[in-house]
């Protein structure tokens, strides 16, 4: 950023014209597509499905609009909206691996608001790709990419137990399995990405051998995983240690993968 005031206001401008004809071009976007399907619903669930489409839309509204911000920028936002960001991440903040000791009081302690956040996630996740291979691969995707960026972000930080059990056995496959009960019990078509229904072996899935399927895969499962390290590694250290910052990014993956 150039350090004269006067030009410095032009980019910011500039950024924020930006993110306004972004919204506005996904909005109509979004408008010319084909509306959410509804077939099988009452009329109650009809309901509720188009309020959690459209608080989807401004959802995402609001990422693509501060995407395109400048760092400073979006801190700047966030801390208005919210007093409590915009403080500097420090190595004396609580993490995760503060004591990886595999005690009974450290595991009970990071049984925290971050888990219920995995449990909501992954739940919500399997009723959006309703496979169960693609959900599984990719909850062990997650952890991947939060083992490569724990450096960046200190939260991400955590002890291999952590990871294994009040992540893996005790959050994302509980959350996963129980979503797709629910898809099941709702009877709700459940989807099969890699084509594997009535075939033999692994070789004959179908997305190893469409050209489309694999694409689809490719794009769902690696190449946002890919771009957020790709990016993380090219940022500075002073603006990817900001928490609000890469959850932007992470989010955007996970509404990408979505």
Not at 167 to 185: F, M
Request: aromatic residues 16%; glycine residues 4%; negative net charge.
């Amino acid at each position: 950023m150039p350090k004269d005031p006067a030009e410095r206001e032009e980019i910011e401008r500039a950024n924020i014209w930006r993110g306004i004809y972004s919204v506005v071009v996904f909005i109509v976007a979004y408008s010319y597509l084909k509306p959410y399907p509804e077939y099988g619903l009452s009329v109650t669930f009809q309901r509720i499905n188009r309020i959690i489409v459209v608080l989807t839309v401004a959802y995402m509204s609001w990422l693509i609009f501060m995407l395109n911000l400048r760092p400073e920028q979006g801190r700047a936002l966030l801390g208005y909206l919210d007093k409590n960001l915009n403080k500097p991440v420090t190595k004396e903040m609580h993490t995760y691996d503060d004591n990886c000791e595999l005690e009974w009081e450290n595991i009970l302690d990071n049984f925290d608001h971050y888990y219920v956040v995995h449990l909501c996630n992954w739940l919500l996740a399997s009723f959006v790709i309703r496979d169960a291979y693609i959900l599984h691969f990719w909850q062990l995707l997650d952890e991947g990419v939060e083992l490569s960026v724990q450096h960046i972000l200190p939260h991400f930080r955590e002890c291999w137990w952590d990871h294994i059990f009040c992540d893996i056995l005790l959050s994302n496959i509980p959350a996963i399995t129980l979503g797709l009960y629910l898809v099941k019990k709702f009877g709700i078509r459940e989807y099969d990405w890699l084509g594997r229904k009535g075939k033999d072996s692994f070789w004959d899935w179908k997305f190893l051998h469409c050209h489309k399927k694999f694409g689809a895969i490719f794009y769902q499962q690696f190449l946002p995983s890919l771009k957020l390290l790709i990016d993380d590694y090219k940022a500075n250290a002073q603006d990817a240690r900001d928490p609000e910052v890469l959850h932007l990014f992470s989010t955007m993956v996970k509404l990408m993968g979505h």
